[in-house]
């Protein structure tokens, strides 16, 4: 089986369409770890998109915010105001749609999804010593999570542990694997271009992609919304 798997969509329409024709062919199943929505200018379509297409989708802290599931005071005030913002324009049906989504860890097929971390869905893995503090929420030898926007992950083993950058790799069970996909909709390591991974379960490869997009449709469409101009400014550093 080939797993699609996607993260921090972020209503991001342009970064999500690019994904989806770049990637056609090359999976059998969608997975996502959270986040469909906040940011960015189209929170219906990636709802939509996500309710149709994603065998599973867990929530984000985004989706929590947008449906009223978290405080916004831990916000800063652009992603309070997208907050808001998301909130008031989602449909009813697609708002209930995100306040039914499960909790991570979601496992599949012997891994697992996580939005954060597998001890916390709003915590950060950004470096080794993160990863190796969940690893004691882990049931599964490799798990997918998102939440921090860059591409890349963690290899945890009993002699040492590595950061992984994103290239084409093999995992076994004599490791914990985190794996970040990367961000479709809103990267933050520095390469604009729209993050996405998939998994092969017969080869037990994970390979990491880049897919450029129209940031320009997406910062016009920011902007046009009402929402702050810094949210489509970023995008093109991917910062």
Request: charged letters at 20%; glycine letters at 10%.
């Amino acid at each position: 089986m080939r797993y699609l798997i996607l993260s921090d969509i972020h209503a991001n329409r342009a970064a999500l369409d690019a994904v989806i024709a770049a990637a056609r062919g090359h999976y059998d199943v969608i997975l996502n770890c959270g986040d469909v929505v906040g940011y960015g200018p189209d929170p219906n379509y990636a709802v939509a998109f996500c309710r149709e297409l994603c065998r599973h989708t867990i929530r984000g802290n985004h989706d929590k915010a947008a449906v009223g599931l978290t405080e916004l005071e831990w916000f800063n005030p652009v992603a309070r105001t997208s907050a808001l913002w998301t909130g008031g324009v989602l449909t009813m049906e697609n708002a209930d749609w995100i306040a039914a989504l499960p909790q991570g860890p979601q496992e599949v097929d012997g891994f697992s999804l996580v939005h954060g971390s597998p001890v916390d869905e709003d915590e950060y893995m950004v470096d080794l010593s993160d990863a190796e503090a969940a690893a004691s929420g882990a049931h599964t030898s490799l798990l997918f999570f998102g939440h921090t926007h860059l591409q890349g992950g963690f290899q945890l083993h009993r002699s040492g542990s590595r950061m992984i950058r994103p290239a084409i790799i093999t995992v076994d069970d004599g490791s914990l694997w985190f794996m970040n996909p990367g961000s479709v909709g809103q990267p933050r390591d520095g390469d604009p271009r729209a993050g996405w991974a998939v998994y092969e379960s017969a080869s037990r490869t994970v390979a990491y992609h880049r897919t450029e997009y129209d940031i320009d449709d997406t910062y016009h469409r920011i902007v046009d919304a009402g929402l702050p101009e810094v949210l489509g400014l970023r995008l093109y550093r991917g910062i």
